[in-house]
């Protein structure tokens, strides 16, 4: 019953359930303007001879012209778009309207029961009933209009009809009165159908409205890096195939800016840091490169450009030029300021076809060769960068095919020990003479194998013939075997070496390991774990290159190596520079007070040898021992050198 009552009441404060309702009421009321207009002229034909004229032909034809004059309104004004206001003041309208023609065809169909015979007077009696009936259907989605002409229409016919005197009638009025509860029990169940649907529609349209606002999050986030802001990879390398599909003749021009030095701001300061200067990196480019290009992050501290299509290759450069020297601008961060340095390699193309990936490859390529060379510059794209693209994919093709396994093969440079002068062992260097393209430079191949991830194989190929090698070489001589990042960084990889080694019933205290820093940094637990495994099965560990890379302490205090290799850069440099000789000489010294055994690469000349004995260097290997040899020439050359040793030394 409450829920009745608050039904009849019209909710102010529900808009949006406001303009539904008269939606819905404004497509119902034409409808019982109709039936009433209908139902009236019938009446009214019928009683036209046996009532006064006024009764039985003015009064219906009046209340059927406003009914027709609600109808046009309805129709024409009920199907536009409301405000909750006018809403509300409509319905309001309706409801007085509802009351006075209800009273109207009411008392007008009363005062008509009385003339006529006893079918017309049945007549009466229905179009009473139909009144009844069309405003309960009708204006169900107002309750309190169909319920005031509800009990109207019924308590008119009962009282009527109760008085009459005539059986049957008295009867109809009867099942009349118990018609209105029912009736009421419809309009109130009617209408709470109505309210629910209402409702869940709303909630279905704030869902509907959720998902649209999440797909567009979405979509946005597809599109853009989330700490800067920035576009991101995705969203670059779409911008660049609309372009190119847009313009095909004038292909736009790239730059990849990588950041300098941004991995040790992590390291030292975290990764709050490293955002703050990530985000203040994003602004700076912004503000450099402005609207009419495309800046994107494009993964780490890697930013991706798309210049503005109007700017000389002159202008280009400054550019280029302007956003390194952007990044060399200190970063505040909470803990004072952190500086780093940009490189930037550009690709200014001619026309032609291109995809988006040919142009990026270009100026990654071009950024490689900035960063190899010198942090914090600017170099474009060269037709000799081209050769040497092009060169790099030919081999990428030619280490998909079968040849190059039977091509491969190994060379080795003799490594002496300084005190003695005797050859103890041999470094195996990789070598291929192409069929195709003659000899390759392994500068060349090793890091197209790792590109294309046939340096597992590759490295399975050349141990093969290292530990044939050693099956020949005489007992007390030892090789070194380089690995790669890939071969040291993958367990399973790693594990296939050393059944290799235990299958060929080698002493794996011959066979030492090189690997180099930047394997380590690649993914330092699994080289980590990977070395011990291999130290245990007897395997000796050397880093090479030791020297160049980061953090070199660091990882001889946290990894056991059994040697060090003195990076060839110091070495060739070392008559010539004090600051060569003095580091060569720190790692001498090093390897003593760990000891472990050091090694000199690049000794070309006798003068070096001997200095670097001074200094307490171990082992040595370079141009003036002997250059890389094939297997027999190899042992030849120990066999020689050796008992050369032996004979000079006094009985």
Request: charged share 20%.
């Amino acid at each position: 019953m409450k829920n009745f009552i608050a039904s009849l009441r019209l909710q102010k404060d529900n808009p949006k359930f406001l303009v539904a309702q008269f939606k819905a009421l404004s497509s119902q009321i034409p409808i019982l303007y109709v039936l009433l207009v209908i139902n009236a002229l019938a009446v009214a034909i019928t009683h036209i001879k046996s009532a006064p004229l006024w009764l039985s032909l003015y009064i219906p034809v009046g209340l059927s012209i406003v009914c027709i004059f609600r109808l046009c309104w309805w129709e024409i004004n009920g199907k536009e778009n409301v405000t909750p206001e006018r809403a509300l003041r409509l319905m309001k309208g309706t409801l007085a309207g509802a009351v006075i023609l209800t009273i109207g065809f009411g008392g007008w169909a009363i005062a008509l029961y009385q003339y006529g015979d006893a079918s017309q007077q049945g007549q009466i009696a229905y179009f009473l009933v139909v009144t009844g009936i069309s405003c309960v259907f009708c204006l169900t989605h107002l309750p309190l209009a169909a319920t005031i002409t509800t009990v109207i229409t019924f308590t008119a016919m009962v009282i009527t009809f109760l008085f009459s005197g005539n059986p049957v009638f008295v009867a109809t009025a009867v099942s009349g009165l118990f018609l209105v509860l029912p009736f009421l029990r419809v309009i109130n169940s009617y209408f709470q159908n109505f309210a629910r649907l209402v409702l869940l529609t709303d909630e279905l349209q704030q869902k509907q409205a959720e998902a649209e606002e999440l797909n567009l999050v979405n979509s946005r986030n597809a599109l853009h890096d989330q700490l800067t802001g920035l576009a991101n990879r995705r969203s670059f390398f779409l911008s660049l195939e609309r372009m190119l599909q847009q313009n095909p003749s004038s292909p736009p021009v790239i730059g990849i800016v990588d950041l300098d030095g941004f991995k040790p701001v992590n390291d030292v300061f975290g990764h709050a840091a490293g955002d703050l200067v990530l985000k203040e990196t994003a602004r700076r480019f912004v503000s450099l490169v402005g609207e009419r290009g495309i800046v994107a992050r494009l993964g780490g501290d890697e930013f991706g450009i798309i210049f503005p299509s109007d700017l000389t290759l002159r202008a280009v450069s400054e550019l280029g030029l302007g956003l390194c020297a952007a990044v060399r601008d200190p970063y505040e961060i909470p803990d004072g300021s952190v500086r780093v340095s940009g490189s930037c390699g550009i690709v200014y193309p001619e026309a032609g076809e291109y995809t988006a990936e040919d142009l990026y490859e270009k100026a990654d390529f071009a950024l490689y060769q900035v960063k190899s060379k010198r942090t914090g510059g600017v170099e474009f794209f060269s037709p000799e960068h081209e050769k040497i693209l092009t060169q790099r994919y030919l081999i990428e093709l030619e280490l998909q095919t079968d040849n190059f396994a039977r091509e491969l093969k190994l060379e080795y440079q003799p490594i002496i020990e300084l005190r003695s002068d005797r050859v103890v062992g041999f470094e195996a260097l990789a070598r291929w003479d192409s069929a195709r393209f003659g000899r390759i430079s392994p500068d060349a191949f090793i890091p197209a194998a790792e590109r294309t991830a046939v340096i597992g194989r590759m490295t399975r190929i050349l141990l093969g013939q290292a530990l044939d090698a050693l099956k020949i070489m005489p007992a007390h001589l030892r090789v070194s075997f380089n690995l790669s990042a890939r071969d040291i960084c993958d367990h399973e990889t790693s594990m296939a070496l050393l059944a290799m080694v235990t299958r060929s019933g080698v002493d794996p205290r011959r066979i030492e390991f090189e690997i180099t820093e930047t394997a380590l940094l690649s993914d330092f637990d699994t080289a980590d774990k990977v070395i011990g495994v291999l130290r245990a099965a007897g395997i000796s560990i050397a880093l090479d290159d030791f020297g160049t890379g980061y953090s070199s302490l660091s990882h001889i205090h946290r990894l056991a190596f059994d040697k060090l290799k003195i990076d060839k850069a110091f070495v060739m440099n070392f008559d010539r520079d004090a600051r060569c000789m003095n580091i060569t000489r720190s790692v001498a010294n090093l390897c003593q007070n760990l000891g472990i055994a050091s090694v000199a690469e690049g000794v070309e000349s006798g003068e070096v040898a001997e200095s670097l004995k001074g200094l307490g260097v171990r082992l040595a290997q370079g141009y003036h021992f002997s250059r890389p040899l094939p297997l027999e020439m190899a042992i030849d050359y120990a066999a020689k050198r050796n008992a050369a040793v032996s004979q000079s030394i006094p009985a």
